[in-house]
């Protein structure tokens, strides 16, 4: 098994076709199909099977392609690494970049590096918060943008921003009102992003109250969208709300749903560079 067959691999497994495959890798069919059969026949296993739609994966493949992404993606880290080194100057940093954090990137404090270094680049990868973690732990990563709460272990973090929560409504009644208490709000149908279920779910029990969430997602932009189709009544953060929500934004009253944006990085050792991008913010 060898990094060529594994970008094989993952283009068939991307495209569904192998017509579709090899015309992105710029290589005629049958050596692709060659290079497929040889990797199935050194893990002794079918990888892809063929349905009326075209190529789908095994669950064998399935847990290959996880394997294959991290393995190529921590290759082209090394590649370019040992290039940075070998030439003696920086070329491209990665970033992950939360759903949330878009209000943070790209950053005007990058045009003053961009001055000291012209030949920097920017690899940007959007995840959510712990799919940027993910990355940050596999190296593929040099920093991150997450929002809190998050696992600290093994990090070291820089707050970028203090945010309270917005709620997001169409209803004109609510939107009357300089900010809605909790008692309010559980009043309402709630959209809320899932990652502060435990957060809400507290404060609520702690006031004695049961909240009825309509909707349940994985990025705060989701959870305005229905909240603007009239669903109910979206939880965001602030930085999120002032993007998206403008016209529809109402303050939560209740002073521990608090979130912040952190810039985080893995504890030990790290280049100027990235020293330099910490500095910055």
């Keep these: 098994m060898n990094l060529k ?9 991307e495209e569904k ?3 579709a495959a090899a015309k992105r890798l710029f290589i005629a069919q049958p050596p692709l199909s060659y290079q497929l059969k040889q990797l199935e026949k050194e893990l002794d296993v079918q990888l892809f099977v063929r349905t009326a739609h075209g190529i789908e994966l095994t669950d064998a493949g399935h847990e290959l392609q996880s394997y294959a992404e991290k393995i190529v993606g921590l290759a082209e880290t090394a590649k370019d690494q040992v290039k940075k080194t070998s030439q003696g100057e920086f070329g491209t940093i990665k970033i992950g ?6 209000g943070e990137l790209p950053s005007d404090k990058f045009k003053q590096l961009v001055r000291f270094y012209p030949n920097i680049s920017f690899d940007i990868y959007e995840e959510n918060t712990f799919g940027v973690l993910e990355k940050l732990a596999n190296n593929t990563i040099d920093l991150g943008i997450v929002r809190t709460p998050f696992n600290r272990r093994g990090l070291d973090s820089k707050t970028i921003t203090n945010e309270k929560m917005m709620a997001i409504t169409i209803n004109p009644v609510i939107l009357e009102q300089q900010e809605i208490t909790l008692n309010e709000l559980v009043k309402q149908p709630l959209i809320i992003y899932r990652r ?6 507290e404060s609520f029990a702690h006031q004695g109250l049961k909240p009825f969430y309509a909707v349940k997602c994985d990025d705060s932009r989701t959870a305005i969208l229905w909240a603007q ?7 965001v953060p602030e930085s999120i709300a002032n993007l998206y929500a403008q ?29 330099r991008i910490i500095n910055l913010f």
Excluded at 5 to 13: D, E, G, N, S
């Design 196 to 201: 502060f279920e435990n957060i809400f779910n």
């Design 97 to 102: 970049s939360a759903s949330s954090s878009v």
């Design 17 to 19: 076709q192998i017509t």
């Design 247 to 275: 016209d529809c934004k109402i303050p939560v009253k209740h002073v521990n749903w608090e979130t912040h944006l952190e810039l985080v990085w893995r504890k030990g050792q790290i280049s100027p560079l990235v020293k």
């Design 229 to 235: 189709k009239g669903m109910g009544v979206a939880l």
């Design 5 to 13: 067959q594994l970008r094989y691999f993952l283009a068939v497994a």
